[in-house]
Nanobody, 124 residues
Framework: QLQLVESGGALVQVGGSLTLSCVAS????????VAWFRQAPGKEREGIAS????????TDLDSAEDRFIIYRKNADNMVYLQMSSLRAEDTTVYYC?????????????????WGQGTQVTVSS
């Protein structure tokens, strides 16, 4: 069974950068689309960006446009979220998730494998 583990979350100052990592084990990511989400306590989960196995990526969160980049290394079963110009409102838990399919921009309900999350705290 495929398992996802995120890492890289940290305390960083406003304007700083972080790269989150997500490693898959148990199974290969194969041709499945993978995404990053985030969810703050008491708030709805937000889709940030997704990427297909071929590398086609989409940013779904307006505030992440031009600041966050998703990429993956299929040979290593890894997915990354490179974040820059971090803001206080980016503070929350970040999750990677793998979908059941391989299409570009899979619907959120199609993501059936989730990591445990990694905390990002942006301080001013």
């Amino acid at each position: 069974q495929l398992q996802l583990v995120e890492s890289g979350g940290a305390l960083v100052q406003v304007g700083g950068s972080l790269t989150l990592s997500c490693v898959a084990s148990g199974e290969s990511l194969g041709d499945r689309t993978v995404a990053w989400f985030r969810q703050a306590p008491g708030k709805e989960r937000e889709g940030i960006a997704s990427i297909t196995a071929s590398g086609s990526s989409a940013t779904d969160l307006d505030s992440a446009e031009d600041r966050f980049i998703i990429y993956r290394k299929n040979a290593d079963n890894m997915v990354y979220l490179q974040m820059s110009s971090l803001r206080a409102e980016d503070t929350t838990v970040y999750y990677c998730a793998v979908s059941t399919g391989s299409s570009f921009r899979m619907a959120e309900e199609k993501y059936d494998g989730w990591g445990q999350g990694t905390q990002v705290t942006v301080s001013s």
